[in-house]
């Protein structure tokens, strides 16, 4: 886990506060932004080991955000979790289509979000 850069694309604060506590937490060295917009700027400047990216935000959402992450030879290969609410059923399929390697549930069980982060990356974590 130790040299995993972890960029959490968020727009609720309390949310993204959340999140970065928790991976910072665990290890991982977290960043986070409050837009699709900010995301995409901050994959391209330093692009991370693993994206955490909800799935609605008022500039765009996550499935717009991960079309431009795989559309960007820079980018198109970083690994890619929704962290959404919007887990319905036809909605996986539209997840994963866009790029998405898999997705949390919002909300996420705290005790459990760094193991499935952790998954992810290949089992990296505590």
């Known amino acids: 886990m130790a040299g995993k850069r972890l960029l ?3 727009d609720d604060p309390a949310n993204l506060r959340l999140m970065l506590l928790l991976l910072n937490a665990a290890g991982y060295q977290a960043t986070g932004v409050a837009s699709g917009g900010e995301g995409l700027e901050a994959a391209r400047r330093a692009p991370p080991d693993l994206i955490l990216c909800d ?3 008022p500039d765009m959402t996550g499935v717009e955000v991960a ?3 795989r559309a960007d ?3 198109a290969d970083i690994p890619m979790i929704a962290v ?3 887990v319905r059923t036809g909605d996986t399929g539209q ?4 790029g998405f390697n898999g997705f949390i549930a919002k909300p996420f069980d705290i005790k459990a979000f760094v193991s499935q982060v ?3 990356l290949g089992g990296a974590g505590k």
């Open 67 to 69: 079309r431009h992450i």
């Open 118 to 120: 952790s998954a992810f």
């Open 8 to 10: 959490v694309i968020e």
């Open 73 to 75: 030879e820079a980018t």
């Open 95 to 98: 997840l994963f289509e866009a």
């Open 55 to 57: 799935g609605r935000m």
């Open 84 to 86: 959404t609410g919007l």
